[in-house]
């Protein structure tokens, strides 16, 4: 258990539909990041959030956003779902926002678009 | 062409092979690499985390990096089939700020009893 924790674990919904998944990350942790992990596509960064500002940015669709909450738990948002959208959404978290700290993952959101 | 190339596999072996899993990359600007592990159904951990390039040991595992030939290696000694997993190689650039990950495609493994 890496302790983060991402809810909910499954997410079922149609295209068109708007989810949110949301993030704790470890105690003491100051920084969330976002990747998605498809068949296709592999596992891709989407975004990363360093004590409430955005730190780093992948290649996160307009129909997606983020943040993170003065508590540090981070919620990402996905709006006008594809059926391309269907894959598992893993948040990670570490100390700080560096690359010399690791990242921890919790164990995903699993989101299928019907 | 992706920045990072894994081979997918997947990679069988028997119990107690020394196993070699490889990523090249096409990003110079890459200095971080790290390598972790996925079992099904879960969140990857990390396994092997290395700056620039040398070797590092830990138990079983010895992860390589030769930044000449943009290569990176790691090898499992002793396998076991607790082992069997997909491997996930993954790299950053700290000149981009922040710390984005960019994974390999992953290589399934695994170890047969």
């Known amino acids: 258990d890496s302790g983060v924790t991402q809810t909910p674990k499954h997410l079922i919904t149609a295209t068109g539909q708007r989810v949110t998944l949301r993030c704790s990350p470890r105690?003491?942790?100051?920084?969330v990041y976002w990747y998605q992990q498809s068949l296709d596509q592999g596992l891709q960064f989407l975004i990363q959030?360093?004590?409430?500002?955005?730190?780093a940015k992948g290649n996160i669709l307009e129909r997606f956003s983020a943040q993170q909450f003065p508590d540090l738990h981070s919620e990402l948002n996905l709006s006008s779902l594809e059926l391309g959208d269907s894959a598992l959404y893993f948040c990670?978290?570490?100390?700080?926002?560096?690359?010399?700290?690791?990242?921890?993952f919790g164990p995903g959101t699993r989101l299928t678009v019907l | 062409q992706k920045e990072v190339e894994q081979d997918p596999g997947p990679l069988s072996v028997p119990e107690g092979a020394i196993v070699s899993l490889n990523c090249t990359y096409s990003n110079s600007a890459f200095q971080y690499f790290m390598w972790y592990r996925q079992y099904s159904r879960k969140g990857p951990e990390l396994l092997m985390y290395?700056?620039?390039?040398g070797n590092k040991e830990d138990g079983r595992f010895t992860a390589q990096v030769d930044k000449s030939s943009k290569y990176i290696s790691l090898f499992i000694r002793d396998s076991q089939p607790s082992d069997s997993a997909t491997y996930l190689c993954a790299m950053s650039n700290p000149l981009l700020g922040g710390n984005k990950l960019v994974f390999g495609a992953g290589t399934i493994l695994r170890v047969k009893s």
């Open positions: 290395t700056y620039s390039s």
């Open positions: 105690s003491g942790d100051l920084s």
């Open positions: 959030y360093y004590n409430g500002e955005e730190r």
């Open positions: 990670a978290s570490s100390v700080g926002g560096d690359p010399t700290d690791e990242q921890f």
